[in-house]
């Protein structure tokens, strides 16, 4: 299966600052891979969907790159509601796999 | 627009089965992907395995091939997926999604696994 490294673990940051995860996946994905986004106690939210396009009703602050095997979400400028966890997960391959997480905290 | 709601929460005791039910509002619910994905208290997201109800034919992480079973009921629009000889470590929060992608989420159902 292919397997999905996320760094860091945690990222500590403030307000207004830009926040910058990545996921390697352990062999090529292309370009099958999303961002999700959860906060305590919620289901996860879909943020970027095939490495670069924006779910319905994401803001503009949240971007996706890579392909292959390297991948970046990127937070332009964090807002309070933006601290929480973020996964990367592919569907390049049977079984669907997500990486271990990103927590983004408040510094 | 497309809500799944599901089941409430469970206990069981080791050894047994549970069943999770996901209802499905969309218009086109026959052709529509519903995965199960699961997190363990304080964990990460594992995929079980995914229906399309018109074919029929789900498919199963390895993991968990022969102790999961995923069923759609069309007359219901609702998707199920039962889990057998529950042990300690399945206890986790139970989700449907729906889409290619998870493009919709149900709210989760705790399954709590404990004698």
Same mark, same amino acid.
């Given at each position: 299966?292919i397997?999905?490294? $996320?760094? +860091?673990?945690? #990222?500590?940051?403030?307000?207004?600052? *830009? %926040? @910058?995860?990545s996921?390697?996946?352990?062999?090529?994905?292309?370009?099958?891979?999303?961002?999700?986004?959860?906060?305590?106690? $919620?289901? +996860?939210?879909? #943020?970027?969907?095939?490495?670069s396009? *924006? %779910? @319905?009703?994401?803001p503009?602050?949240?971007?996706?790159?890579?392909?292959?095997?390297?991948?970046?979400?990127t937070?332009?400028?964090?807002? +309070?509601?933006?601290?929480?966890v973020?996964?990367?997960?592919?569907r390049?391959?049977?079984?669907?796999?997500?990486g271990?997480?990103?927590?983004?905290?408040?510094? | 627009?497309?809500?799944?709601?599901?089941?409430?929460?469970?206990?069981?005791?080791?050894?047994?089965s549970?069943?999770?039910?996901?209802?499905?509002?969309?218009?086109?619910f026959?052709?529509?992907?519903?995965?199960w994905?699961?997190?363990?208290?304080?964990?990460?997201?594992e995929?079980?395995g995914?229906?399309?109800?018109?074919?029929?034919?789900?498919?199963?992480?390895?993991?968990?091939?022969?102790?999961?079973?995923?069923?759609?009921?069309?007359?219901?629009?609702?998707?199920?997926?039962?889990?057998?000889?529950?042990?300690?470590?399945?206890?986790?929060?139970?989700?449907?999604?729906?889409?290619?992608?998870?493009?919709?989420?149900?709210?989760?159902?705790?399954?709590t696994?404990?004698?």
């Open positions: 299966e397997v999905l490294t $996320q760094s +860091p673990a945690t #990222l500590s940051l403030s307000p207004g600052e *830009r %926040a @910058t995860l996921c390697r996946a352990s062999q090529s994905v292309s370009s099958y891979l999303a961002w999700y986004q959860q906060k305590g106690g $919620q289901a +996860p939210r879909l #943020l970027i969907y095939d490495a396009t *924006r %779910a @319905t009703g994401i503009a602050r949240f971007s996706g790159s890579g392909s292959g095997t390297d991948f970046t979400l937070i332009s400028s964090l807002e +309070p509601e933006d601290f929480a973020y996964f990367c997960q592919q390049s391959t049977w079984p669907l796999t997500f271990g997480g990103t927590k983004v905290e408040i510094k | 627009q497309v809500q799944l709601v599901q089941s409430g929460a469970e206990m069981r005791n080791p050894g047994s549970v069943k999770v039910s996901c209802k499905v509002s969309r218009t086109t026959s052709s529509y992907t519903i995965h994905v699961r997190q363990a208290p304080g964990q990460g997201l995929w079980m995914r229906t399309i109800p018109m074919f029929r034919a789900p498919i199963y992480a390895q993991k968990f091939q022969g102790r999961i079973t995923i069923t759609a009921d069309e007359s219901r629009t609702t998707v199920y997926m039962e889990v057998t000889t529950l042990r300690s470590e399945d206890t986790a929060v139970y989700y449907c999604a729906g889409g290619d992608y998870f493009d919709y989420w149900g709210q989760g159902s705790l399954v696994v404990s004698s």
